[in-house]
């Protein structure tokens, strides 16, 4: 077994079993050694355009037996493997660089993206190139928090609020934490330029919104326990 932090094992948690998947931008390999020995994949494909990072990952795979599983290429995308890699991992970048490879080659692959900045336009992108979202919430590793996204070749319906901020899917205990880091940041930068760019803007706008605590909110707690079913006829129910 590989030591891995909690944003890998996300990531590998994402992946099902029996599957063929390249890892872009393996940095050590820690991910596709692991997914080897696991066994949730039966091959492999490491890419990174650090020869330093492939020769990591090639002595990893070696001390741990699986290294005629894997091939290894440098290359800085996708254009190096076969189209029947089922699973496509790229982590530990900007959604920009992450948006720059997918976008020079299309596979029918499940793609599991941790963008580390500018979520929102990876998400945007995806939206708007024929990928459903299956899966976009947060995980907390190491004391920071990450946003894990898990899309298709598909369509789904993604609103203002999701775009930015994730449609928290499935249900992350750290949400809220997210919410409240990002709130802070943006208005960091606000003090420091005195103006913000008009996507943080609508951004912070989301997450004021999310963090109002509603009158429906309220009622849908106290109905949990006094449910309108057990009103009588001389009840003075609501409000």
């Known amino acids: 077994m ?36 696991s066994k949730k994949a039966y091959k492999g494909i490491a890419i990174d355009k650090s020869i330093d990072s492939l020769e990591k990952t090639k002595t990893l795979a070696q001390l741990n037996n699986v290294e005629d599983k894997i091939k290894c290429f440098c290359s800085d995308g996708l ?8 699973t496509i991992i790229i982590a530990g970048m900007g959604a ?47 004391g920071k928090l990450y946003t894990i996204i898990v899309a298709k070749s598909g369509v789904n319906i993604y ?9 928290n899917v499935p249900r992350s205990n750290h949400f ?38 509603k009158v429906k909110d309220i009622i849908k707690v106290i109905e949990t326990f006094a449910p309108l079913s057990l009103q009588g006829d001389f009840d003075n129910s609501g409000f």
């Open 96 to 142: 920009f660089e992450i948006i720059n490879i997918i976008s020079k080659r299309r596979l029918n692959a499940k793609y599991i993206l941790t963008p580390h900045q500018d979520t929102p336009k990876l998400r945007q992108y995806l939206l708007e190139n024929g990928y459903s979202i299956d899966k976009d919430y947060i995980v907390k590793s190491n």
């Open 2 to 37: 590989i030591k891995l932090d909690s944003r890998l094992k996300a990531i590998i948690d994402n992946v099902s079993d029996n599957a063929y998947v390249a890892d872009v931008g393996c940095d050590h390999g820690k991910v596709i050694v692991e997914l080897l020995l």
């Open 176 to 213: 809220q934490e997210y919410l409240q880091k990002r709130s802070e940041f943006i208005n960091k930068i606000c003090v420091n330029t005195k103006k913000l760019s008009n996507d943080l803007a609508k951004e912070l706008e989301e997450i004021k919104l999310m963090q109002e605590v």
């Open 159 to 167: 609103n203002r609020r999701w775009i930015y901020l994730g449609a």
């Open 79 to 86: 254009l190096d493997i076969t189209s029947d890699v089922d």
